[in-house]
C-alpha cells in the first residue's frame, strides 16, 4: 500500500522553464491537495481537487495550474518556473470516510529549485 | 484572514524530558486540530489529533489539550527520545467544509542525549 506517491523527488529549473509535478494516490480518497513547505511558513495551500473533476484554489495559487486527472493522480504545473517557486512540494489527501474524516496523507515531497 | 502561531520554532530538550509545543489559532469556528510530525526528508505524518468537544486527549507518551476559550492547544511529549527528533506542525481546520487546514510554521525539536 503505497499511499501517496510524488515524482520527481529532486529538480532543478532555470527560471522560465516548465515542469510538472506527479502525485497519484491509492486509497480510493475522492480529495487531493498541493502544498508549499518554505522555512518559517509551514505548510501553504497552493490548489486542492475536492473530487474528480473539480480544482479549487488555496492560499497560494498565482504561477500555478493544476489538472485532477483522474481520481487516482492530481498534477502541479509551473508554466515558467521563478525563483521565488523554490520550495518543497507535497501532495496530501484525505481520508474522506466519516469515521475518519480529515486525517491527511501526504506524499514524501519534491525539493525544487529554481536557478 | 485565519492564522495558527505555532511557539517555539526551535526546541531542544535532554533525552527523558518532557517537551511542549503550543499553538493559537484565530478562527473560532475551528473544530478539528492535527498534529503532524515531519521527519528529515519526509512528508508529515499524523501523530495525534482533537476535535474541539474534547478538553484532551492522550496516545501513550504523546498527549493534546485544547482550550476553547483561549483558542490555544498544545502537543506534550513525555520521556523524550533520540527518535522523536523531528519537525511538528500544528494545523486547524478552516470552517469552509472542505478539509482545508491552516498550519502553524512548525517546531523543529531535537532531543538530546
Known amino acids: 500500500n503505497a499511499g501517496v506517491t510524488q515524482t520527481p523527488k529532486f529538480q532543478v529549473l532555470k527560471t522560465g522553464q516548465s515542469m510538472t509535478l506527479q502525485c497519484a494516490q491509492d486509497m480510493n480518497h475522492n480529495s487531493m491537495y498541493w502544498y508549499r513547505q518554505d522555512p518559517g511558513m509551514g505548510l501553504r495551500l497552493i490548489y486542492y481537487s475536492a473530487s474528480e473533476g473539480t480544482t479549487d484554489k488555496g492560499e497560494v495559487p498565482n504561477g500555478y495550474n493544476v489538472s485532477r486527472l483522474n481520481k487516482r493522480e492530481f498534477s502541479l504545473r509551473l508554466e515558467s518556473a521563478a525563483p521565488s517557486q523554490t520550495s518543497v512540494y507535497f501532495c496530501a489527501s484525505p481520508n474522506d470516510r466519516r469515521e475518519a474524516k480529515n486525517i491527511q496523507y501526504f506524499g514524501a515531497g519534491t525539493r525544487l529549485s529554481v536557478l | 484572514g485565519e492564522n495558527v502561531e505555532q511557539h517555539p520554532s526551535t526546541l531542544s530538550v535532554q533525552e527523558g524530558d518532557s517537551a511542549v509545543i503550543k499553538c493559537t489559532y484565530s478562527?473560532?469556528?475551528?473544530?478539528?486540530f492535527p498534529w503532524y510530525k515531519q521527519e528529515l526528508g519526509k512528508g508529515p505524518q499524523l501523530i495525534i489529533d482533537?476535535?474541539?468537544?474534547?478538553g484532551e486527549k492522550k496516545d501513550q507518551r504523546i498527549a493534546v489539550t485544547l482550550n476553547k476559550t483561549a483558542k490555544h492547544f498544545s502537543l506534550h511529549i513525555t520521556e523524550t527520545q533520540p527518535e522523536d527528533s523531528a519537525v511538528y506542525f500544528c494545523?486547524?481546520?478552516?470552517?469552509?467544509?472542505?478539509?482545508?487546514?491552516?498550519f502553524g510554521t512548525g517546531t523543529r525539536l531535537k532531543v538530546l542525549a
Open positions: 478562527d473560532s469556528a475551528s473544530n478539528y
Open positions: 494545523a486547524a481546520s478552516s470552517p469552509s467544509g472542505t478539509y482545508k487546514y491552516i
Open positions: 482533537i476535535r474541539s468537544n474534547v
